[in-house]
């Protein structure tokens, strides 16, 4: 069973960094793209970030493109999210997902660009960034 625990979250006063996780477990990374996704009350999650199984092929929103950094710990079974320079627009609970990732970048374009359907849900973890 594909399962994702993310962890990082919490307040940050704007300017500030915070590092999210997601650990993956019944899968590896390996072969599942993975993305993070965030989600403000009444509005429609949104793309934040992806990362493919292999190859280091990665998604940036405009919104957070040169803020965050999405990376992958193999060893570990997890991929991170930095998030530097926050805003209170960044302010939202932040999901992981997983796709399988038929070949490299198929899942990042799947999930951050088109929007389709994944694997597995993690379940969230708020951040929020006030003074």
């Known amino acids: 069973q594909l399962q994702l625990v993310e962890s990082g979250g919490g307040l940050v006063q704007p300017g500030g960094s915070l590092r999210l996780s997601c650990a993956a477990s019944?899968?590896?990374?390996?072969?599942?793209?993975i993305g993070w996704f965030r989600q403000v009350p009444g509005k429609e999650r949104e793309a934040v970030s992806c990362?493919?199984?292999?190859?280091?092929?990665?998604y940036y929103a405009d919104s957070v493109k040169g803020r965050f950094t999405i990376s992958k710990d193999g060893a570990k079974n997890t991929v991170n999210l930095q998030m530097n320079g926050l805003k209170p627009e960044d302010t939202a609970v932040y999901y992981c997902?997983?796709?399988?990732?038929?070949?490299?970048?198929?899942?990042?374009?799947?999930?951050?660009?088109?929007?389709?359907?994944?694997?597995?849900w993690g379940q969230g973890t708020q951040v929020t960034v006030a003074s």
């Open positions: 019944g899968f590896t990374v390996d072969y599942y793209a």
């Open positions: 990362i493919s199984s292999v190859d280091d092929i990665t």
């Open positions: 997902a997983a796709k399988w990732d038929t070949v490299p970048g198929y899942g990042v374009k799947s999930m951050c660009v088109e929007s389709s359907q994944v694997d597995s």
